[in-house]
């Protein structure tokens, strides 16, 4: 069995999420890549054991990426009211 050593994978997902937020075209798609990229730092953050760090931004990342949401809802209701194509 192949061991796969944590800071690794997390080095992975923030590989992933920087190549996806570049490469991915719709709004979400690069939110969500910037989630995932958020997921690999607060890895690597945890896995040099600064847990208090680790929590904190966690949080922060978690209630950043609820608000992106949230205005990019707003806006594309606000386009759709106004008849513009999305």
């Known amino acids: 069995m192949i061991m796969i050593e944590f800071p690794y994978a997390a ?3 923030m590989i992933v999420g920087a190549l996806g937020g570049l490469f991915l075209t ?5 939110i969500l890549m910037l989630a995932v990229l ?3 730092l607060i890895g690597i ?4 054991q600064y ?3 680790a929590m904190a931004s966690s949080f922060m990342t978690f209630v950043g990426i609820i608000i992106m949401m949230i ?3 707003r806006i594309l ?3 759709k009211a106004k ?3 999305i």
């Not at 719709?26 to 690069?30: E, R, S």
């Not at 953050?45 to 040099?48: C, D, G, Q, T, V």
């Open 26 to 30: 719709q709004a979400i798609d690069k």
């Open 38 to 40: 958020g997921d690999g």
């Open 77 to 79: 209701e606000i386009k």
């Open 83 to 85: 008849g513009e194509t």
């Open 11 to 13: 080095v992975v997902l």
């Open 71 to 73: 205005g990019l809802i």
């Open 45 to 48: 953050i945890a896995a040099y």
């Open 51 to 53: 847990l208090d760090v």
